[in-house]
């Protein structure tokens, strides 16, 4: 069945090795990434082929 893509914005923590982890874990489904930094925060737009669960949380 297939998923029309789906952009999400994620506000991520401050720490590379997070930021590392969760592009390791979705990089099946991910189509493009982009990292920029607002407001001192990380934000990172992803587009997902489907919904999907890291660590208990829904995409």
Do not use: C
Not at 1 to 19: D, R, T
Not at 42 to 51: D, E, S
Request: zero cysteines; hydrophobic letters at 55%; proline letters at 7%.
């Amino acid at each position: 069945m297939f998923f029309p893509p789906v952009i999400h914005i994620i506000h991520l923590p401050s720490g590379a090795n997070w930021i590392k982890s969760i592009l390791i874990t979705v990089q099946d489904f991910l189509i493009s990434a982009e990292f920029i930094l607002i407001e001192q925060r990380y934000v990172m737009y992803v587009i997902l082929f489907q919904p999907i669960e890291i660590e208990g949380t829904k995409l």
